[in-house]
């Protein structure tokens, strides 16, 4: 955290990123004063895109049994209470896809589709693109057969939706659509047990390995001892691990001092009694 904030803050971007944005604010503007269904579709079709792009559960059971566990959801809010439906009229957002049913008249009539009956297949969607990539599948045939399941399921519930003039639940036909599709592929091509098994997330054991290695290590480091200062030089055994030998010291040149001269000897003279007398 410290190295970052210790960089600056630093932008990147072309004209084409100025462009873009200049026309999301233009819509995003023109919607809250207008609240057009036509932009409206515009955003909530945005925000679809982004959600499928950010969401991912790793694994096709744990994907599938979100869908059927949502599907039982969806089919029960709908046709068991009207909360749901309450909900979807009354919130005047960009939540939902509108269709109109007729144009020309005041007020519009609409059938409406939830983002996240956009969304949660959608995933699904994405989860069979990334497997045809994963195993090298060119031809992408889990994908291709996911979308135009996708698809007639969606066309499926505008229509039934338009038909019948009631609100219908979008997963009610879009999870059997998608989960049927990749299973009829997988058994068309023998590979059943290969789609059951496809995870994205690691295994355990791999994201265990760098910090069990790690921990080793340093406990083997800790385990063996350095020599005993005593030991070295009397015979003594030493350890297979040694801490880096110092380097020597360069030999220090001592600088010989002057020698100083030797006073010269006085003379000496001789006493009264002739005895010989130092000055």
Known sequence: RSQEAKEPISFKFNLLDVAVF????????AYALTKAWYLNNALGCA??????????????VIRAILLMGLFVYDVFWVFGTEVMVAVAKGLNAPVKIMFPK????????????????IVIPGIFVALMLRFD????????????ANFVA????????????????????ALLYLVPAC?????????????????LNYSEEKPEAEKEAPAKNGSVSAKAAEAVPFPAEDAVGTGAKKSSFSPPAA??????????????EEAAPKPKKKGKWGALMED
């Not at 990539?133 to 291709?144: Q, W």
């Not at 989960?179 to 789609?195: F, H, K, M, N, P």
């Open 22 to 29: 200049g026309g999301c604010v233009g819509l995003s503007v």
């Open 47 to 60: 925000f679809s895109v982004q959600g499928i792009e950010m969401l991912s559960l790793g694994s096709f």
């Open 102 to 117: 007729a144009l020309g008249v005041t007020p519009i009539p609409f059938s409406m589709l939830g983002l996240g009956d």
């Open 133 to 144: 990539h994963k195993h090298g599948f060119t031809s992408t045939p889990y994908f291709y």
């Open 150 to 169: 996708y698809v007639l399921g969606l066309v499926t519930t505008v229509g039934v939706m338009h038909v019948f003039d009631a609100a219908q639940p």
């Open 179 to 195: 989960i049927g599709a990749a299973l009829l592929t997988a058994v068309s091509r023998g590979e059943l047990q290969l789609l």
């Open 247 to 260: 380097q020597p010291k360069p030999p220090e040149v001592k600088k010989e001092e002057p020698k100083k």
